[in-house]
């Protein structure tokens, strides 16, 4: 029989079947979710086209070569795109039983390669490692604004993912507000008096069934009430809110547990579309206590139906216990 699982982070429920035989090779997106998209002819993110973007904000560069120039290996610029402006005030309207705010904000696009068509499967440790450093270094920068209550740092990844362009980058959102995503874990916090986050690695790390791999700072899960099929949670085992908190020795873990958890998936789910989420703490604000920060990885397998949209409730084919043991052996193999 199926279960209904709640989803305590974020609130809601997963339909997951008792015994499913759904292979990734019989998922009919799969192939299709890294479609060319944007990317005919002109790409504004190759090494060359600098003056097609926005100002460098910061960069990896061979030493003694100028910002908008060739030379970078990691490039930091402005959304071009942005629906936010950092100078605004930040307003409220109220227009009867509605209201709204200024568009108060920042977007930042982090290309994350001068070379066209390579990824993150392709990136070596060191290579990530210097990717997680700019994503910290640009958190912390925009975390000193106080107009700012978090900080969503994403990465789209094929069409069906929501990526514009084929050329590997990621994207950094400051917030005016705090989204209701992770609502349970202060939730959960306010309840229980402890980190509901904490409370899954123990429990996890007891059972065991859904772990694919613990490293040195951290554990790779598919959570109990995995929204998408082969969902994986990397989560620090050591407690701490902002991801801007991270330090060097977590860092060279974490780019060691992307770079080979990227190549196992890539090869397991035939190079998926997927979505990468870091979720962290608020800021700027009062203490709320609860917020433990941690990476999703969401492979973007089937489209979104009218069933999840009206009901709220997600339809996952794949058990995570099936998903993690396929990660699990793979990750046997290299490991």
């Not at 043991?325 to 990750?331: D, P, S, T, Y």
Request: charged share 20%.
């Amino acid at each position: 029989m199926a279960e209904i699982r709640r989803d305590l982070v974020r609130n809601c429920w997963v339909a997951i079947p008792a015994n499913s035989a759904l292979k990734p090779a019989h998922f009919p997106i799969k192939r299709r979710g890294i479609e060319t998209v944007g990317n005919q002819g002109f790409c504004p993110f190759c090494e060359g086209n600098e003056s097609s973007t926005p100002h460098e904000i910061m960069a990896y560069r061979k030493e003694g070569s100028q910002p908008d120039t060739p030379g970078w290996s990691i490039r930091v610029v402005a959304n071009k795109f942005s629906v936010f402006q950092i100078d605004e005030a930040l307003e409220k309207t109220d227009l009867g039983i509605y209201s709204n705010y200024t568009g108060v904000g920042k977007q930042e696009v982090i290309i994350e390669t001068p070379e066209h068509g390579i990824d993150i499967h392709n990136f070596s440790q060191q290579k990530i490692g210097q990717l997680l450093t700019v994503f910290k270094t640009r958190y912390n920068n925009l975390a000193q604004n106080e107009k700012i209550k978090y900080i969503q740092i994403y990465k789209n990844r094929g069409i069906f993912a929501g990526a514009s362009l084929e050329h590997s980058h990621s994207q950094m959102m400051g917030l005016p507000y705090v989204p209701r995503t992770n609502a349970g874990l202060p939730r959960y916090f306010q309840k229980k008096g402890r980190c509901l986050i904490c409370a899954i690695l123990a429990q996890e790390k007891q059972n065991g069934v859904r772990v694919i791999y613990e490293s040195e700072h951290f554990l790779l899960i598919c959570p109990y009430a995995s929204r998408f099929s082969y969902e994986t949670w990397v989560i620090p085992k050591q407690h701490c809110e902002h991801f801007g908190d991270i330090n060097e020795a977590q860092i060279i873990d974490l780019a060691w547990v992307v770079m080979i958890f990227s190549r196992i998936m890539t090869d397991a789910l035939d190079n998926p579309a997927y979505n990468l989420v870091f979720n962290s703490a608020p800021l700027n604000m009062q203490f709320v206590p609860g917020y433990h920060w941690f990476l999703e990885i969401l492979p973007r397998l089937l489209v979104t139906t009218g069933a999840d949209i009206s009901t709220g409730m997600y339809s996952n084919p794949v058990a995570p216990e099936l998903a993690a043991e396929l990660f699990r052996n793979k990750m046997l193999k290299l490991v």
